[in-house]
């Protein structure tokens, strides 16, 4: 057999920082995020990130930190040589975005890369040049105190990485989403981010996390979110954290609206997202996701961010103290918040703030229609005019102004200078369709779906019930059959703890039945069947650990939701006064336990609108 | 049509055929009460007719002055309010002119408009069926109103409050030779009630069939008069009852129904015949202690403990509900044999029962705390009722 063993040599330093530039530099947005951080870490207070061609041509990232000394120019760009640690220990407080030292190395090798720079102690700058991994001495030359980053042409020496780079418009609005990142973790540090001369971003300095937030994501968002905050119990156990929470009403389909800071670096983490899930539980459907933007701050100590080059995995000493940290203070902000979501009456403009472009799923397609704005109204008067002006010429349709109706200012009223009356209470109750509930409140016209809110309030008390001690059980005069597959059957066993807790008795009664032998009385006055029940419970075991929480919840759910009012039933007055008494006192009444919402609000606001009042 | 009607009779048939007539359908027929006078010789009368589809009601009122036979077809429900709303007038005119329909009392008339007396759908011609004239397998018996009356009483509660798979809206009912038995259960509970026909053919064909829960109401509101005979009629799909003979008179009122399709649980075997305690009490007094006892139940947490304690002859009933608070009442026994037993139950099941037994001692069995009470008032009637299991 003829040899093909070849022999082992170290790889040449260009080679290796190319193959490390391939864990640190994967796009444009790699290069941003680098870039800026280094520009915070030099205590920048004013960022300025210029893009071209969506940062594959052209990403510059200019600061007025520090900046560097000529004589240090030569090390920045050498792998494994920073400023931000000094010894292993350091490794353990890491108080700098970046620590490796590989980044600016890493970019060098990959692009063409300037840097000019100036310190306070200097008269003048100094720029170098890393051309695909060749350096060039520092030369002279003229700038402010601070640094200018330039990085051009990226991957033009490693055209299989080039390769996979997407769109300008996908990589664009990913380097604007790294820079918009930062910025929101640093409120203080003016951010200007420019997409080929047009300005993408341009945050001022100073901020607020609360206002840095509204003004990189939207200030529309402002009624949309809620403020959440660690309280003093946690600060004691060395975290704490605050954030806004998005409405369950925001709640997108993708989990790419959770903005998580840990000590002002971006980061993803499964135990973070998990609490966030778990604190939206049964507010939102699943398979949407929750908006945040939450900022965790820690000691260095409690936390290790060098796991994953570029540090967007951490790893926590003690992942539990986050996870019950951004837990807790969600739950609290969501519960103390009013969650009905109102109804919006205003149409989205064309390009509005929906979830509609290359992002957006197709559940998402579905949902809204292939066109951005389906709902908008047909404009017969710009068809009826077009078809005019091309047979007679000009002609006025008569009709007023050109949209066909009568400018919507011109016939408004004046706004009333009263307050309005307060609103009486809601003592009076619409059934609408044996399905809707109409009532009142402060802000205006409340719509509850009497199913949905009979089954939230049915599910929290037999949560509360079941916590205590099981479900009361009725015993049969003859058991329940229920039909059931072999597999089902020989899971019962494994059921057994949980039924018991749910009032249920049940054993095989043959090779395809199982016999329930006792229910929980409630659901028989409920008129809920055994056999319904059952069936549905064995079905949905496959998918849950029966011994878990969740299954239990998922059982308790299935029971309000048979036993609850269904859509149709007549109810009495007092019947409806009663579910809207129990809608204050439940929790998370706002939602029923699959997430969809129990009321909605039609606020006096967009009433006035509607009736062209405003 | 022309007739004079006595108000207060009026009324009362009226009320009761408002009962069958249908609320929502497309048919508007069916919200419809035909009335059709009859006149012959010195006799004459007027027949309210209703049926919903389902279930049908005629009833005769005697105490009319028919001026002109004919028929009519009106609203039941502006029937009824006219009716019920003319307080002050001893007697009713009503005459109809085409449709439309004249109500008048001593100060008011009413014109309302009807239908077509031949749009109105046809029912059972009950003479025939109870003469044994409709050429089909009927099987025919004739009862007390009271004792069909007390038969119904002490079952239909006990009927399942809809139909599902684990019950029937509706009560068994079976005739064997003299033997008439009614039964109904929800699935928790059943209630069996006996009687003995005075009459009944020895070849007479046994009757098994099911009577919907709302047919056994309507029954129970033809029995107003006491020890008056009715007439039983079960054919293929339909129950058919008669009040009044014809050496009497005639039919008086007649109802149909439609039969509840479907097989009735086993429930011979559901009653248990190994009970080992035997518990005697008083009707009245452990009515009211239940009662009591069930003042600290809620939705979730409905049972009575009944702590039976032999030796002092004593009951001690609890309820506990979480959140809201606890009771205790105390019953002497008539009598206790047995070990100690301590069992829980829907007070409502008890009550239920102890309402339709006649005899003011009242027996109780039992055998464990996971297996069936019994109650038992003499052979007639026989209650079975499943405990819940309290924590």
């Known amino acids: ?614 | 049509m022309k007739v004079i009607c006595d108000r207060a009779a009026l009324l009362a048939a009226v009320n009761m055929a408002s009962g069958v007539v249908a609320t929502r359908t497309p048919r508007p027929q069916l919200t419809c009460i035909k009335l059709t006078a009859r006149k012959s010789g010195k006799s004459a009368d007027l027949t309210l007719t209703a049926t919903d589809g389902e279930a049908a009601l005629r009833l005769t009122v005697a105490q009319v002055d028919v001026q002109e036979p004919g028929e009519a077809v009106i609203p039941a429900d502006k029937l009824r309010q006219i009716v019920s709303a003319e307080e002050g007038d001893p007697t009713l005119t009503i005459e109809t002119e085409d449709d439309a329909c004249h109500i008048r009392g001593q100060d008011a008339r009413f014109k309302v408009f009807g239908f077509k007396p031949s749009e109105f759908p046809s029912i059972p011609d009950f003479e025939k069926i109870f003469a044994g004239k409709d050429g089909g397998k009927t099987a025919i018996f004739t009862h007390t109103s009271d004792g069909l009356s007390t038969m119904i009483g002490r079952t239909l509660f006990a009927t399942a409050r809809e139909n599902s798979r684990y019950a029937v809206n509706g009560a068994l009912l079976k005739r064997e030779g003299k033997k008439l038995e009614m039964v109904a259960t929800d699935g928790r509970r059943l209630a069996l009630a006996r009687q003995t026909l005075a009459q009944s053919d020895k070849d007479a064909a046994p009757i098994t069939c099911i009577v919907p829960a709302r047919t056994l109401g309507l029954m129970q509101r033809l029995m107003d008069e006491p020890e008056v005979p009715v007439r039983v009629a079960v054919t293929d799909s339909q129950i058919l009852v008669a009040v009044g003979t014809p050496e009497d008179g005639g039919i008086r009122a007649a109802l149909s129904s439609n039969l509840v399709e479907g097989a009735f649980p086993p429930y011979e075997e559901v009653i248990p015949r190994d009970q080992d305690k035997k518990v005697v009490f008083d009707r009245d007094v452990l009515s009211s202690a239940v009662r009591r006892a069930a003042l600290l139940t809620n939705e979730e947490s409905r049972g009575v403990r009944m702590k039976f304690k032999g030796s002092e002859r004593q009951l001690e009933l609890s309820s506990r509900a979480p959140e809201m608070g606890e009771a205790e009442v105390n019953v002497e026994l008539s009598s206790y044999e047995g070990a100690d037993l301590e069992i829980g139950f829907n007070p409502t099941f008890i009550v239920d029962a102890l309402k339709v037994v006649s005899d003011p001692n009242v027996v109780m069995e039992l055998k464990a705390h996971n297996k069936p009470g019994v109650v038992k008032s003499g052979n007639d009637f026989v209650y079975v009722v499943m405990p819940v299991n309290l924590q």
């Open chain 1, 1 to 614: 057999m003829p040899s093909s063993r070849r022999s082992i040599r170290p790889l040449p330093e260009l080679l290796v920082n190319q193959i490390a530039a391939g864990e640190v530099v994967d796009r444009p947005a790699s290069v941003v995020k680098e870039l800026v951080e280094n520009a915070l870490d030099a205590g920048a207070t004013r960022v300025t990130v210029r893009l071209e061609q969506g940062g594959i041509e052209l990403v510059e990232v200019s600061d007025n930190g520090a900046g560097i000394a000529a004589e240090e120019l030569p090390l920045a760009l050498m792998p494994h040589a920073t400023s931000k640690i000094a010894a292993a220990e350091d490794l353990d407080r890491i108080g700098t975005l970046g620590f490796r030292g590989e980044a600016l190395a890493s970019i060098g090798s990959v692009a063409r890369v300037t840097i000019r720079s100036r310190t306070e102690a200097q008269h003048e700058a100094a720029e170098i040049a890393c051309d695909g991994g060749e350096t060039s001495v520092p030369r002279p030359a003229s700038g402010p105190v601070g640094t200018t980053a330039r990085v051009r042409n990226l991957f033009f020496n490693t055209p299989a990485r080039r390769k996979f780079l997407r769109t300008v418009p996908t990589e664009q609005a990913r380097c604007v989403d790294a820079a918009r990142d930062l910025a929101l973790a640093h409120p203080a540090v003016a951010f200007v981010v420019s997409t080929d001369g047009r300005t993408a971003l341009d945050l001022p300095p100073g901020q607020t996390p609360r206002e840095r937030a509204l003004a990189a994501l939207g200030t529309e968002l402002a009624d949309q979110v809620i403020e959440v905050s660690a309280d003093e119990f946690d600060d004691a156990r060395g975290a704490t954290l605050w954030g806004l929470a998005g409405l369950p009403a925001i709640a997108r389909a993708t989990n790419q609206a959770q903005h998580v800071f840990l000590n002002g670096r971006p980061i993803r983490d499964k135990t973070v997202q998990h609490a966030i899930k778990e604190a939206y539980r049964g507010l939102i459907e699943p398979g949407r996701h929750p908006t945040c933007v939450l900022m965790i701050e820690m000691s260095p100590a409690a936390v290790d961010v060098n796991v994953h080059p570029a540090k967007v995995e951490v790893r926590f000493r003690d992942p539990s103290l986050v996870h019950t940290l951004v837990l807790r203070a969600l739950r609290r902000a969501l519960q103390s918040a009013d969650l009905t979501p109102t109804i919006a009456t205003a149409r989205p403009t064309m390009l509005g703030p929906r979830e509609i472009g290359p992002a957006a799923t197709l559940a998402d397609r579905l949902r809204h229609g292939p066109w951005p704005d389906s709902g908008a109204p047909i404009d017969y008067a710009a068809t009826r005019e077009a078809l005019a002006s091309a047979e007679n010429g000009p002609v006025d349709g008569g009709r007023g102004s050109a949209s066909g109706w009568p400018d919507a200012a011109s016939i408004a009223e004046p706004k009333p200078q009263t307050p309005l009356p307060a609103p009486i209470p809601a003592s009076r109750v619409l059934q609408v369709h044996n399905s809707y509930l109409v009532t009142q409140d402060a802000e205006g016209v409340v719509i509850v779906d009497q199913h949905a809110l009979h089954e939230r309030v049915m599910f929290e008390q037999l949560v509360a019930r079941v916590s205590r001690e099981p479900l009361e059980r009725q015993r049969l005069l003859t058991p329940s059959v229920v039909p059931a597959t072999p597999a089902q059957i020989a899971r019962l066993p494994e059921l057994a703890p949980l039924l018991s807790r749910i009032g249920v008795e049940a054993e095989a009664i043959g090779p395809e039945a199982i016999g329930v032998h006792a229910f929980p009385s409630f659901l028989f006055e409920r008129g809920v069947d055994p056999v319904d029940l059952m069936s549905d419970l064995l079905e949905r075991s496959n998918d849950f650990a029966p011994d878990s929480e969740e299954a239990l919840r998922d059982v308790l759910d299935m029971m309000a939701c048979k036993a609850a009012v269904k859509a149709g039933d007549r109810m009495s007055e007092g019947e409806l006064a009663e579910l809207l008494t129990l809608r204050d006192e439940v929790e998370r009444s706002s939602n029923c336990p699959h997430g969809r919402p129990t009321s909605v609000r039609l606020t006096i606001r967009e009433l006035e609108r509607l009736f062209k009042r405003s």
